[in-house]
């Protein structure tokens, strides 16, 4: 059985079990890969984009978006109807949900023995390194502006035609790139389903000593890309890209 919808739910939970996964085995105590830092990080998130995506193409979602920000924009370039494409952003978000909770599951023993609520919050979504709303959004939108914009380009008629399975991988290099490049003052959520799916895990599961999830904060990687997916769509039909 397959179906866009199973497709985009199914790669955007191996999105998230693998993304946030990495996560958990750099900051979480007594994990074997503790402290091993920010390029482990921004590497297993690229490598998760990849396989997610191949996750959700062999379920049934060729599009794969994994991101309701890259959803809306094609919409917008009328590859999907907003009804279609509401559909598929739920998915996201249930997927991205599932896949949260199984990295909770995962790292079990591992969540009492890490006393810092803030870092068992960051394993499930993003924070701020400075909190300022205004930076945080302008870095949100700057960075799924970005995101959003090297698709278009990649994917565009000018570069051509590409081998199948390499648009995938050329995907996880994008995403290496914005980690590496963007990640640093909000830790580039450029996803709403990436952050606000694992967000409520985080408020409903029953993790040791978790602390408030955030929910002050929680707005800005939901609009911040949502609204860079819309310039980058607009960028992108201004020099020939889209439309």
Known sequence: MSSPFIGE???????????????????????????SGWIVIATGWAFAVVLGAFAAIAT?????????AVTLAKTLNNVYTFPVAFSLM??????????????YF??????????????????FSTGPAVRNTTA???????????????????FSKTVGAI??????????????????SLGGPTGYAINPARDLGPRIAHAVLPI?????????????????????????????RLVGLAG
């Open 9 to 35: 739910f199914i790669g955007t939970l191996v999105l998230i079990l693998l993304g946030d996964g990495v996560v958990a085995n750099v900051v979480l105590k007594k994990s074997k890969g503790e402290g």
């Open 60 to 68: 049934g979602s060729v599009q794969a978006d994994l991101n309701p």
């Open 90 to 103: 739920a998915a996201q978000m249930a997927g991205a949900f599932v896949g949260a909770c199984l990295v």
């Open 106 to 123: 995962a790292y079990l023993p591992h969540w009492e023995l890490t006393e810092d609520q803030g870092t068992k919050l960051a394993v």
């Open 136 to 154: 945080n959004l302008i870095t949100e939108i700057i960075g799924t502006t970005m995101l959003m914009f090297a698709f278009f380009a990649i």
């Open 163 to 180: 081998a199948p399975g390499f648009g995938t991988f050329l995907a996880g290099v994008v995403v290496w790139s914005m980690g590496l």
């Open 208 to 236: 040791h000593g978790k602390g408030s999830s955030d929910w002050s904060y929680a707005w800005v990687p939901v609009v911040g890309p949502m609204l860079g997916g819309v310039i980058a769509y607009l960028l992108a």
